[in-house]
């Protein structure tokens, strides 16, 4: 193994100096201002709906490739429907799109579907998967962090107000710095909550606040470079990066950056209220911490008794104040950053201050001092630098890669070297260029990727087979990729068809009924309190807590990450339990008896009109004879329920073509 001291073939003995091989990597080269490609067919131009068009034909003809057909409106409209709002369109919808003839019908639709409301709750979610997000803190008391749901509702809302990326980005990264103190809404301290959301030990009986400490620089330092710089920065925690040019230096200067930020929960309300709440919850947790040290050493027969009594404490702890999960600049509790060999705290060596990666610096330049003001809005300014090579190429990388399924560079967080390379460099930046010139815009260049007649491609193309051997990836983008729905979008299509869909925005986390078996291998059962109001938990599935000890069965099966780290690509597996679980699960009965319902309200005892509503909620579309005949055969000897809850398990309802 590659340790610290050594030296790579190619990098520079120096640690601060970078040969021109290791700055060579096409990531970290500046952005060139890619033309677009011109062609000399007529026919070619017809294809071209945008420039975005002409950057994909030119690399399929380079292939010998040709793109697929245009998909028909029904595909569409659903596609651009989940692809922008994570939710099936109704039948209404779909109507009404088939019927609108105008020229400019689809670019009518995308607008529409931007401005929803909806947008930004699916892609809040995607930003979620990226930096993290959940409510509580793992490990062994995956203890709740009140107040940590305002940081997925500023997401939700920065994306439907199109909030610019580079704001946004310095908001979650400086908020807490950026904000005046009288600021009312607090939004710049619940955007820094973004430095609260990986996993923190906890663990009981730890008393190496060091190590503590260094655990969670760790986590922000890392997220850090993964969420806005794609770069895999933590692997230089231990040593100097084994592939990319990235020193082990550099990794603790960019920790540096964070050293004096430390959690503050902001309780808000009426100043003597919170000093009421804090002295009685004082007394409370004291007790509570009491007896989970003592269960930690007691025998088993105590433990029973002390567990006992534990729950009883807890059951006591006070309703919580409104709060805000964030962080703040502490500079008595800012500790010198030294870095470590083999990233052990028992083993600091020299000395570092805050400063950028050297490979992205035109020379030596000196660290800033270790107690600069404002350390990490320093550190946010140098990010969304317009001529920063990675941070534009990174955003517009992912909006890519959740349109498409694949990015352009089909490793979102990692642009390293052992990163995937693009298979379109010059159209990442030309993106990347529009994301800036269209003040980060992130709507502009959605719009520029779902108006691209690659976008509009049908998902099996003639010629398929060839196309298949020569690109048997759809790299070049030859058609459109099939996929399955997500489990937020899944559970939340079978809200919609079936009715119960409560579309309420924003608030507080719903924690829905689960089986006590589960809840009784929480460290704490009392964490998991059900929401009363059983209309709540038909909210969307982005408002349901998230939990790291917990994940509820039917978003676990269908492949909802496991939120310890930064999730950039949704797995898409297949195996018996999604079919099980869609067949026999309580969620899916309990919503087929709820269509079987819902089409009796509309359309009554017909069980021929019955079969048409089914087959237009479920799968946008009317049923064809043969289909007609099926459902009314299997409707003779078998209930509306069960019909129901046949017609969510089509493949129609599960896949977006």
Known sequence: MLCAASVPDGRA??????????????????????SVPGFASAGDGAWLANPVDAFILARLQKADLQPAAQADRRTLIRRLSFNLRGLPP?????????????????????????????????????????????????????????GAWRFRDYVIQ??????????????????????PEDQNDHQGQVAAGFHRLGPVRRNAGNTDVAFSRNEVLTEMTDAVGATFLGLTVGCARCHDHMFDPIRQRDYYRLQAFLAATHERDIQLGDPEAVKRWNAENEVIQAEIKRLRDLIDDANSEEREKLAYELKAAQKRQPTPLPTISSVANDAARRAPIHVLERGQTENPKELVGPRTLGVLLTSSVAEYPADVESPKTLLARWLISPSHPLTARVFVNRLWHYQFGTGIVATPNDFGVNGSAPSHPQLLDYLANELVASEWSAKHIQRLIV??????????????????????DNRLLWHFARRRLSAEELRDSLLAVSGRLNVRFGGASIMPPVKKELVDLLYDPAQWQVTPEAREHDRRSVYLVAKRNLRLPFMEVFDQPDLQTSCSRRQSSTHAPQALEMLNGELAGELGAALGRRLESEVGSARDRQVERAFWLVDGRPPTAAERTLSLDFLRDQSLEEFSLAMLNVNAFLYVE
Not at 17 to 24: D, G, H, K, Y
Not at 158 to 179: C, R, T
């Open 13 to 34: 003995a120096d640690r601060d100096v970078f040969t021109p091989e290791e700055r060579a990597h096409w990531s970290l080269q500046p952005r060139s201002q890619a």
């Open 90 to 146: 109704t039948p209404e919808e779909i109507i009404d799109f088939e019927g609108d003839r105008a020229p400019d019908a689809f670019e009518r639709l995308v607008d529409r579907l931007l401005a929803s409301p909806h947008y930004g709750e699916a892609w809040g979610q995607h930003w979620l998967d990226v930096v993290r997000y959940a409510e509580s803190e793992g490990f062994e008391y995956d203890r709740h962090r009140a």
């Open 158 to 179: 920065s994306f439907n107000a199109d909030k610019p990326y580079d704001q946004f980005a310095v908001e979650q990264i400086a908020g807490d710095e950026l904000e």
């Open 451 to 472: 108006t691209s007649s690659a976008f509009r491609q049908a998902s099996s193309a003639e010629r398929g087979a060839r196309s298949a051997e020569l690109d048997p």
